[in-house]
């Protein structure tokens, strides 16, 4: 693997952030929905949740979030992205930019 196409955490993210939620029309690491991301022997995991379990865009966004990591490190092995639950997602979460488009 080349050391420019070498993800770090930031770079994950950066990619991560193109990803729109068509709900909310703001991306999914300012909404808070990313917990967490792993990168071990040239593979990623991303641990994400949605507002709710009920979210209609779910399988979108998490297929959305795998494909945005892909294409950007398209010499990576693997991209796992993991949804959770727990804890449940708060508008707690969200960057003080989101929480600024929506007003709280």
């Not at 990803?19 to 991303?46: F, K, Q, S």
Request: charged content about 25%; proline content about 8%.
């Amino acid at each position: 693997m080349d050391a420019l196409d070498t993800p770090d955490h930031d770079a994950v993210l950066a990619a991560i952030s193109t990803v729109i939620d068509p709900e909310a029309g703001m991306n999914v690491v300012d909404l808070g929905l990313i917990y967490d991301v792993g990168i071990d022997a040239g593979r990623v995991t991303v641990t994400m949740t949605m507002t709710t379990p009920t979210c209609p865009v779910g399988d979108y966004l998490r297929d959305a979030v795998g494909d945005a990591v892909r294409d950007r490190f398209p010499s990576i092995a693997a991209v796992d992205v993991e949804l959770t639950f727990d804890p449940p997602w708060t508008p707690d979460r969200m960057s003080d930019a989101a929480r600024a488009k929506f007003g709280w």
